[in-house]
């Protein structure tokens, strides 16, 4: 089920990604998606009209701009959506926090940007991967999801199983993680202490300095109430029922140094996935494996649309 990956591709940032990488694109068009409750997402789209479709859903704390590298590589021949899930990015803080939230936001993005019929390859990255889980079952989801690739996520235990804290597991590791991950204390500026915490937390040890600053900005920008309230959330998670009830063929990827989703998430996701497609474990890389590894990520999306996504012809 594991794909051997070189330990010299894609674990290290290459010197063609220059530092403006995370500058976010510019769409072709924006549009705001209304969620059940009446939230309301902002949506980029990128790319030609009729040209298959990639949905992206960034994770916890980080935005549109996360997705930047998948965004300027796909965009050439794949039409791009990209969403800030609620309280992120350009998205407002909405009434309500929670997996149905999370579920019902991913749907009325689909729905607003998929044509009837239309399928698409929906990534998610860490709490987007768990909106695909929470989304699963649901029938727009099912309906417009032809392939899903899974990084750096997991369905549940995600406090108990993070290695966050270097101590053994155990209830004083939990405890600690709990109180670190849902600190209500702001971030600040994103400073070289700033970095370092962020890279030990998120990043494998040998992530290049633009990247570990494109990742802080990102993360920095979210409102602490906002990533206070999707803490909460995520400490309870439990989408174990998710996994089994996502039938669309499903790929998963894991950095081996990932300390927010460690390995354990992404095997246990492999072996409970109904049509698991492969599961890809990068050697030395952590929890933010879209810019660890952009080529990687970006290559396994091209290859499930190539696989899994018919265009109509004509379209």
Do not use: N
Request: charged share 20%; hydrophobic share 45%; proline share 8%.
């Amino acid at each position: 089920m594991s794909r051997p990956v070189p330990a010299a591709r894609d674990t290290h940032a290459r010197d063609s990604h220059a530092p403006d990488t995370y500058v976010p694109p510019v769409p072709a068009r924006e549009l705001t998606a209304v969620s059940a409750d009446g939230a309301e997402l902002h949506v980029e789209v990128h790319g030609p009209e009729g040209a298959p479709a990639v949905v992206l859903a960034h994770g916890w704390t980080c935005s549109t701009a996360f997705w930047a590298a998948q965004v300027r590589e796909l965009a050439v021949d794949h039409r791009v959506i990209a969403y800030d899930q609620r309280g992120h990015g350009r998205s407002p803080a909405g009434r309500a926090y929670g997996t149905d939230a999370l579920a019902d936001d991913l749907e009325a993005v689909l729905g607003a940007t998929l044509a009837p019929g239309e399928k698409a390859v929906v990534a998610g990255h860490s709490m987007g991967g768990m909106t695909v889980l929470a989304a699963a079952a649901r029938p727009v989801f099912r309906a417009h999801t032809a392939a899903v690739l899974l990084c750096s996520t997991g369905s549940s235990r995600l406090v108990a199983e993070s290695t966050v804290v270097p101590i053994r597991a155990g209830g004083l590791r939990t405890w600690l993680t709990r109180h670190i991950l849902g600190s209500r204390a702001p971030l600040g500026p994103v400073t070289p202490v700033a970095r370092r915490i962020l890279k030990y937390a998120t990043m494998g040890a040998g992530s290049a300095p633009h990247l570990v600053d494109a990742c802080a900005r990102i993360v920095h920008a979210c409102p602490r109430r906002v990533r206070h309230a999707w803490s909460q959330v995520l400490e309870r998670l439990d989408l174990d029922h998710g996994v089994t009830e996502l039938a669309a063929p499903t790929e998963v990827v894991v950095g081996t140094a990932d300390r927010l989703t460690p390995p354990v998430h992404a095997r246990s996701l492999a072996a409970a996935l109904p049509h698991c497609v492969g599961l890809t474990e990068l050697p030395g890389l952590g929890h933010m494996t879209p810019v660890e590894a952009p080529e990687l990520v970006t290559g396994r999306i091209r290859a499930l649309v190539s696989t899994y996504v018919q265009v109509k012809e004509g379209a």
